[in-house]
């Protein structure tokens, strides 16, 4: 005689006075498994779709490529820099004896001078490309033979930053010192050294021209760029 009894995720069945349990899968279990497995099969497509299209974006480049690539980075970044570069300019100083006006002459063509962002050189002043904040700054180094007497001790040094502007109407003084030179003889053959340096902020106007005056151009030093004027926007 067979009898069948159902408990809980089990089946029962009585044959001959023997009774068999049987387990009775879980349809919800199977369907979880079935979850389970679309669910990673999915990451893996996934994956591999972005793995292709990294690929397809990022070709792969050889030695050779790859050192011409590094080789013209410098350049780009250069071209970008100066594309976003504020008005600025560096000159350096020369001077020549007999020169015209006995003035210190200011190359833009030699050391470490350079010129950007509209700003021009003209017959020796900087002209201001467009109105705004910008800090002035020049320096005068020089060197002088002392010598013994009252008369040698108090030779004075000047440099002055001059500016010209249409809202002033006429030239002005911007910045200005003066040293005194020879404060202690020296030995025959050396020089005494003295650093005038000139240095500040100022609302200028555009078309505003700029330019220096020194007393004793002829005692200064020029070599590594020790006397420069320069102008840049802040």
């Known amino acids: 005689r067979e009898r069948e009894s159902e408990r809980e995720g089990d089946v029962e069945r009585e044959i001959g006075g023997m009774v068999l349990v049987v387990q009775k899968r879980s349809a919800l279990s199977w369907m979880w498994r079935v979850c389970v497995a679309t669910f990673i099969l999915a990451l893996c497509v996934s994956g591999a779709l972005v793995l292709t299209h990294y690929l397809m974006g990022h070709p792969r480049v050889s030695p050779e490529e790859q050192v011409v690539m ?79 007497g009252e008369q040698a001790r108090v030779t004075p040094l000047s440099h002055r930053v001059w500016r010209y502007s249409d809202s002033v109407g006429g030239p002005s003084t911007l910045m200005s010192a003066v040293r005194s030179a020879c404060q202690r003889p020296t030995i025959r053959g050396e020089g005494w050294y003295n650093t005038i340096y000139l240095g500040a902020a100022f609302q200028l106007h555009k078309g505003d021209r700029l330019w220096t005056e020194t007393n004793q151009p002829e005692q200064l030093e020029y070599e590594g760029g020790k006397t420069f004027f320069g102008v840049f926007s802040l």
């Open 70 to 148: 590094e080789t013209e980075r410098p350049q780009l970044s250069l071209k970008r820099l100066g594309s976003r570069s504020k008005p600025a300019v560096h000159l350096e100083g020369h001077y020549q004896a007999g020169a015209k006006g006995g003035q210190v002459e200011w190359l833009r063509d030699q050391g470490q001078a350079f010129l950007q962002g509209g700003f021009q050189v003209k017959e020796n002043q900087i002209l201001i490309p467009r109105s705004g904040l910008y800090f002035v700054y020049s320096q005068a180094s020089f060197r002088i033979a002392c010598e013994d």
